[in-house]
């Protein structure tokens, strides 16, 4: 077990190897925008929007932002169970420990992934995508951080328990 944590604490250069990677997928932003799906020349239904949305590109920022939001807060778990803070699964950690700290992390980067991408804040003024990496260092940074504010190992009793110094 500690032999799989030295390596795991090593792992920072196998992070900079995927980003390297993952670094062109700026070719992938290939859908439309909503207003583009809404300038149709076609008349446009309701149903004509519904199919369109799931390959706008609004929608491929949101699968991107919760699949990376996914991965913050499971490197979240993993910070706190190298330092054995926690033990066993991500599983038993995240839903059957703190299902309801889990869904109250879910719930605030969802709306913050809506509010990011209603803001337009992955488009420049021109309407232009401004790129994959931004959207996974968003997704990571709002994973991390709402399971760490989310997801505590012990609840404290403000009233009761004395500040920590």
């Known amino acids: ?29 290939v859908g439309q925008t909503i207003q583009q799906i809404k ?4 008349a446009e239904s ?26 913050g807060m499971m490197a979240h778990y993993l910070r706190r169970w190298l330092s054995d803070e926690i033990v066993g699964s991500v599983f038993s950690y995240m839903f059957l420990q703190h299902p309801k ?16 991408i209603q803001m337009g804040a992955f488009a420049t003024p ?8 931004n959207v996974m260092a968003q997704g990571l940074t709002l994973g991390y951080s709402a399971d760490s504010v989310a997801n505590k190992a012990t609840p404290v009793d403000v009233r009761t328990d004395p500040p920590k110094t």
């Open 1 to 29: 077990m500690e032999r799989i944590k030295e390596y795991v604490r090593a792992g920072w250069g196998w992070a900079l190897i995927l980003v390297a990677i993952l670094l062109p997928l700026d070719a992938w932003a």
């Open 39 to 42: 300038a149709a020349p076609q």
């Open 46 to 71: 309701l149903g004509h929007f519904l199919g369109q949305l799931p390959s706008s590109l609004e929608a491929q920022v949101l699968y991107g932002l919760m699949i990376f939001n996914a991965v």
């Open 101 to 116: 700290a889990t869904v109250m992390a879910f719930t605030a980067v969802m709306t913050l992934d809506l509010g990011l």
């Open 126 to 133: 021109d309407d232009v995508f401004v790129g994959w990496i």
